[in-house]
């Protein structure tokens, strides 16, 4: 070992260990059998302050001081990293919205229905969804950055497929195919969160990605309907695929793996591995997962599978999901209305795209429920649980809930707003606000809803993710097929009331999740994976591990 301190991989020297950010603290086997009081105290240290890799909600993370080790990077590297990540998601949801302002030029090129057009949407976001099924189990085996790079290729292919489509097939096919490219950049994202930072800034990193999925969401149809507008249906994957490419070559130099194989622990200084080069963070073969690939891959399908059935993931789906459909509802109705030739308004496509930045304003604006205040809201719960003794390892997922309050105050008032002005044909502002506060509410609890999982099933948070997109996808592609058929049967006042009140009542159950979630906890603790954790943990002479039966008192 030499005395220079080695550079990081941007060519900056990286501080001190001791002044970076330390997730916990490892404890030798042998010494925890010899003082098993301090293993306790040192246990419950952890998981106040730490990822706890070896509870079951909460696993534990020991000390570590390598210098590679994503945990001890530099700030500055974890952000290249991760806002690169960052916006491959936000193209990943302008993609996912790329014919939704071309339905007119798109009957008329294939000669097909309104239906089908639409289905070039809707069955590109259901794969966007189902996509993940490939992808999570995948990352467990290889890794994270081999998987951003293969499916930017698969999203380069697939959109210059689609520009150079010669029928309605073809390009369903090629769109379908790329819903599964884009869905790498879904549940994948926050693990990447939970490999570089501490429970309590999650919410904060977290909403860098719920801004990238919002903007991708609102930017999305705003650009796609002038480039329509201007260039024609087929320039709208085309810049697509040319923006892809460059996503790539980015990726290639900034996206490094955040994937820990090693055994974290504390090395004598000695023993101190040297910090990675630069060439060194570019290979593929940092994330492999060395011992039997193959039964890691099957599991990993096993325990999405019974993830399923558990309710905090339920719930949460159900949550966003309901939020999907309806924004979804809302920028149907805005662009048949706004651009309709013998309607009240009349305005051109490109012009009607505008309207997408209330829905964009929005979602930037929630930024501070959806991250700063939610981590803030964290923070106070779990220091006045500290006070009163009551803080029990994996006992923190809920202490994000009292933030709903915020979107369950907002949101339906938005969507009560924009059907009035649907219903009434009013003036345009009267839909950009009502769009506006609900766009809020969609950002603050997506980003809410992800936080929460991977604070419940932080072991397990890209399994849980899985199930939560593919339910979230499922609601947005039935309100892309019903939408019209509702409209026609309930009128716009009472649509979007009915949307209000499930909207209200979705977010209400929060409050059976807050007073539940110590029963809940020890529910999911009785199968599936959060079990296995429970009886690894107790194998492991981790300490004693009880699976709660009873309501856990609530601070």
């Known amino acids: 070992m030499t005395d220079q301190q080695p550079l990081t991989a941007f060519g900056i020297q990286e501080p001190p260990l001791a002044q970076q950010n330390r997730v916990g603290s490892r404890i030798a086997s042998g010494i925890d059998r010899a003082?098993?009081?301090?293993?306790?105290?040192?246990?419950?240290?952890?998981?106040?302050?730490?990822?706890?890799?070896?509870?079951?909600?909460?696993?534990?993370?020991?000390?570590?001081?390598?210098?590679?080790?994503?945990?001890?990077w530099s700030e500055k590297h974890k952000h290249i990293t991760y806002l690169t990540i960052c916006l491959f998601s936000f193209m990943a949801n302008v993609n996912a919205s790329n014919f939704t302002v071309a339905v007119v030029p798109l009957t008329q090129a294939f000669k097909i229905t309104t239906t089908q057009a639409t289905a070039l949407t809707a069955l590109n976001v259901l794969t966007f969804g189902l996509g993940n099924l490939l992808w999570v189990p995948l990352m467990r085996i290889i890794g994270k950055r081999p998987i951003y790079l293969i499916s930017l290729l698969i999203l380069i292919i697939t959109n210059a497929w689609s520009c150079t489509a010669t029928s309605w097939v073809s390009l369903l096919a090629a769109r379908m195919c790329s819903g599964i490219g884009a869905s790498a950049a879904d549940a994948?994202?926050?693990?990447?969160?939970?490999?570089?930072?501490?429970?309590?800034?999650?919410g904060r990193k977290m909403m860098f990605f719920a801004v990238a999925l919002g903007s991708g969401i609102f930017l999305g149809p705003i650009i796609n309907a002038w480039v329509v507008q201007l260039h024609g249906w087929r320039w709208s994957p085309g810049?697509?695929?040319?923006?892809?490419?460059?996503?790539?070559?980015?990726?290639?130099?900034l996206i490094h793996e955040t994937e820990y194989r090693r055994e974290r622990k504390h090395f004598p200084p000695e023993w101190i591995p040297p910090q990675r080069k630069f060439s060194g963070y570019l290979s593929l073969k940092l994330g492999l997962e060395?011992?039997?690939?193959?039964?890691?891959?099957?599991?990993?399908?096993?325990?999405?599978?019974?993830?399923?059935?558990?309710?905090?993931?339920?719930?949460?789906?159900?949550?966003?999901?309901?939020?999907?459909?309806?924004?979804?509802?809302?920028?149907?109705?805005?662009?048949?209305?706004?651009?309709?030739?013998?309607?009240?308004?009349?305005?051109?496509?490109?012009?009607?795209?505008?309207?997408?930045?209330?829905?964009?304003?929005?979602?930037?604006?929630?930024?501070?429920a959806g991250g700063w205040l939610l981590d803030r809201m964290y923070r106070g719960r779990k220091q006045r649980a500290e006070r009163k003794g009551k803080l029990t390892p994996g006992s923190q997922a809920h202490f994000r809930l009292?933030?709903?309050?915020?979107?369950?105050?907002?949101?339906?008032?938005?969507?009560?707003?924009?059907?009035?002005?649907?219903?009434?044909?009013?003036?345009?502002?009267?839909?950009?606000?009502?769009?506006?506060l609900h766009s809020f509410g969609f950002v603050a609890v997506?980003?809410?809803?992800?936080?929460?999982?991977?604070?419940?099933?932080?072991?397990?948070?890209?399994?849980?993710?899985?199930?939560?997109?593919?339910?979230?996808?499922?609601?947005?592609?039935?309100?892309?097929?019903?939408?019209?058929?509702?409209?026609?049967?309930?009128?716009?006042?009472?649509?979007?009331g009915t949307m209000a009140a499930v909207e209200w009542v979705v977010l209400a159950w929060g409050i059976v999740m807050y007073f539940g979630a110590g029963w809940l906890r020890g529910w999911t603790e009785r199968f599936g994976p959060q079990r296995r954790l429970v009886e690894e943990k107790r194998e492991s002479g981790g300490g004693e591990v009880r699976v709660s039966t009873r309501r856990q008192e609530m601070v």
């Open 188 to 202: 994948t994202v926050p693990n990447v969160v939970s490999d570089l930072w501490p429970i309590d800034q999650r």
């Open 239 to 253: 810049w697509m695929a040319i923006v892809f490419g460059f996503i790539f070559v980015l990726a290639l130099f």
């Open 402 to 436: 009292p933030g709903l309050i915020i979107p369950f105050l907002i949101a339906p008032v938005g969507l009560l707003v924009y059907g009035i002005s649907l219903a009434k044909q009013a003036p345009w502002p009267g839909y950009a606000f009502g769009y506006a």
């Open 446 to 496: 997506s980003n809410f809803a992800t936080t929460y999982l991977i604070d419940c099933f932080t072991q397990h948070g890209g399994e849980s993710l899985v199930s939560f997109f593919i339910i979230r996808n499922a609601i947005a592609v039935l309100c892309s097929f019903e939408v019209q058929s509702w409209l026609g049967r309930s009128g716009a006042k009472g649509m979007f």
């Open 290 to 368: 060395p011992h039997q690939p193959a039964k890691r891959f099957l599991r990993t399908l096993k325990d999405i599978l019974v993830m399923t059935l558990y309710p905090q993931l339920i719930w949460s789906a159900l949550l966003v999901g309901v939020f999907v459909g309806w924004t979804i509802i809302i920028q149907v109705t805005l662009g048949q209305n706004f651009s309709n030739p013998r309607g009240t308004y009349r305005w051109p496509l490109g012009i009607t795209g505008l309207m997408h930045f209330a829905g964009w304003i929005g979602a930037m604006l929630s930024y501070f």
């Open 35 to 72: 003082t098993k009081g301090a293993s306790v105290a040192a246990h419950q240290t952890r998981s106040l302050f730490g990822l706890d890799r070896q509870g079951p909600s909460e696993p534990a993370q020991p000390e570590s001081n390598d210098p590679n080790d994503p945990r001890n």
